[in-house]
Structure formats: structure tokens, C-alpha cells
């Protein structure tokens, strides 16, 4: 294997990150939109695009009791995951999002731990422990005084919701990847999402009208629904393919930097130095947590923002 080959996975797993990214950076910019009409226009235009690339594929629909777990997967990941993404991101920077959302990988841990019985390493914990320190610094805004009148701003509580609600997803797809191909595991949970997506919306159009939405808001929608949904996803699974799972894992820590990247020039977001050192904490744990023991190969699911 020449050079080349050997460096492509890593720089489309660099890309996906960056495509992750912007899905905080359009969230936080659309936030005149309820999250739950976000999300069901997102969810759409990627249903259309799956619907083709299984046609092309030639690929089945599941049978069996793997259905289940589809419909699981879609009310978690789809359906819960997203619309609260975007309704968190009403109420908090995406900074302090995607700083908070890269304790995904070790919340999956946990779900794992207590769901498949999955060990914990010494530096697994370890990881946890600088994770949630990272948090709790970002919480008290790196001010000691600040912890006897702590108080979560809802839309931070909302993104930390979120890790647990992506994390029971991520284990669900562990359960159900030798009944699925990839492109199924992708599309059909985005199938069942809509089911519980569309009427939500509706209800919540009767408490907030929809919003005129005008070109550009167009664009952004067909972009989060083809980007972030459908590219960055096969994206990442051909790169698993080729590195594996816990070295690909690795990377998703990549997207809090790049969303602090790009807020800084098109939120106009302020980058404090709480912000750097909770997220250095959250990174350092989530690096040695992504180091694989002896015994077992750490593998971490595919996500999917």
C-alpha cells in the first residue's frame, strides 16, 4: 500500500468532522426555525437521496426482528437526538455545544458498561473523570466562586441530555450491525424517525406558526439534509472500513475544534479561556478513553450529525 492510500482515510475522516461541525454552526443560525420542522426538513431531504442511493444499491428491505431496533434507532437518534440538538442550541452557544457534545464517545461507554456488560478500563475512567471535570469547568465558567451559585443554563442541560440520547442510539446500532448493511443502517432508522418527526411537527406548528423562510434558508436545509445526514456518514463508514473503529473514534474529537473555528468568524461567538481548558480536559479524557486494552478492541459507533 503506497502513501497515498494510507493517508486517504485519514483525511476523509478529517473531512466528515468538518462536515459534523457545520451542522452546530447552521443549527445555531436557524434557530428562527422550531427544531422539530429542522429536523423533519433535514430528515427529508435525506430520505429522498437514501431512497435513490437503495435503489441504486439494490439493497432489501430488513425483515425480521430487526426492526426493532430500526424504530429504536429512529426515535432515539432521529427523532430525539436532533430536534433537542437544535432546541439546546436556542438557549446555549454552539461552542459550548460541540464542547459539551464531545463527551459522546465516553457516554457511550457507560450505556455500553451498563447495557452489554462492556469493561471499563482504568483509563477508561480516567477518561471519564477529566471529561466531566471539563464539563463542570465550562458549567462554572473557570470562576471557583461561580460553583456556590451554579446554575446550568438550559440549553447546556439540554445538549448534555443529548449525549445520553446518542449514546443509547450508537449502542443500538452495535446490537444491530450484523443484521444491516451500512446504506440500511443509515436510511432506514431515518424512515422510522419520520414517522414520529411528522406528526411532532405538526403539533408544534399549532404552538409556533412556520416561519417565512425565505432562499438562503432553503439552501441550508437541502445542505443539512445531503451533508451532515447522508455524505459525512458514508464518508465515515468507508474510513472505519479501512482503519477501524477506534482510531476513526478518535477523530470525532476534531469536531468542537472546528465548530470553534468556524463560530468565531460566523457566529461572532467569543472563544473565553474556560472554553479552552474545559475542552482541552474533555479531549484529553476522550483520547484516553479511545485507547483500546489488551484485550479488547474499543469500538466506537458510528455517529451520525
Given amino acids: 500500500m503506497n502513501l497515498k492510500h494510507r493517508i486517504l482515510p485519514y483525511l476523509i475522516l478529517v473531512l466528515t468532522t468538518l462536515i459534523w461541525s457545520t451542522n452546530f454552526i447552521i443549527g445555531k443560525a436557524l434557530t428562527g426555525i422550531p427544531p422539530l420542522l429542522l429536523a423533519t426538513a433535514r430528515f427529508s431531504v435525506a430520505a429522498v437521496i437514501f431512497v435513490f442511493l437503495l435503489y441504486v444499491r439494490g439493497e432489501k428491505i430488513p425483515r425480521g426482528t430487526v426492526w426493532r431496533s430500526i424504530f429504536l434507532m429512529g426515535f432515539t437518534g432521529i427523532f430525539i437526538f436532533n430536534p433537542l440538538l437544535y432546541l439546546g442550541l436556542h438557549y446555549t452557544t454552539s461552542i459550548n455545544a460541540t464542547i459539551i457534545n464531545s463527551f459522546n464517545p465516553l457516554m457511550i461507554a457507560l450505556v455500553s458498561f451498563f447495557w452489554l456488560s462492556e469493561r471499563l478500563s482504568k483509563l477508561k475512567l480516567l477518561g471519564l473523570a477529566l471529561s466531566i471535570l471539563g464539563i463542570?469547568?465550562?458549567?462554572?465558567?473557570?470562576?471557583?466562586?461561580?460553583?456556590?451559585?451554579?446554575?446550568?443554563?438550559?440549553?447546556d442541560l439540554l445538549i448534555i441530555l443529548d449525549t445520553l440520547v446518542w449514546a443509547i442510539y450508537t449502542v443500538v446500532i452495535k446490537r444491530a450491525a450484523d443484521k444491516l448493511t451500512t446504506a440500511q443502517s443509515a436510511a432506514?432508522?431515518?424512515f422510522a424517525g419520520l414517522l414520529f418527526l411528522l406528526p411532532a411537527t405538526a403539533v408544534e406548528?399549532?404552538?409556533?406558526?412556520?416561519?417565512?423562510?425565505?432562499?438562503?434558508?432553503?439552501?441550508?436545509?437541502?445542505?443539512?439534509?445531503?451533508?451532515?445526514?447522508?455524505?459525512?456518514?458514508l464518508l465515515w463508514n468507508r474510513a472505519v472500513a479501512e482503519v477501524g473503529p477506534t482510531q476513526a473514534g478518535i477523530f470525532y474529537n476534531l469536531i468542537p475544534v472546528f465548530n470553534i473555528l468556524l463560530a468565531l468568524p460566523l457566529l461572532h461567538e467569543q472563544l473565553l479561556r474556560y472554553h479552552v481548558i474545559g475542552g482541552l480536559f474533555i479531549i484529553t479524557g476522550i483520547i484516553l478513553a479511545s485507547v483500546p486494552t489488551p484485550d479488547r478492541g474499543d469500538k466506537v459507533p458510528s455517529p451520525d450529525h
Fill in 188 to 190: 432506514f432508522p431515518i
Fill in 205 to 233: 406548528n399549532i404552538y409556533q406558526p412556520l416561519p417565512s423562510l425565505s432562499l438562503s434558508v432553503g439552501v441550508a436545509l437541502v445542505y443539512l439534509g445531503l451533508f451532515p445526514s447522508v455524505v459525512a456518514y
Fill in 136 to 155: 463542570g469547568w465550562i458549567a462554572i465558567q473557570g470562576t471557583w466562586s461561580n460553583l456556590e451559585k451554579l446554575q446550568f443554563n438550559s440549553g
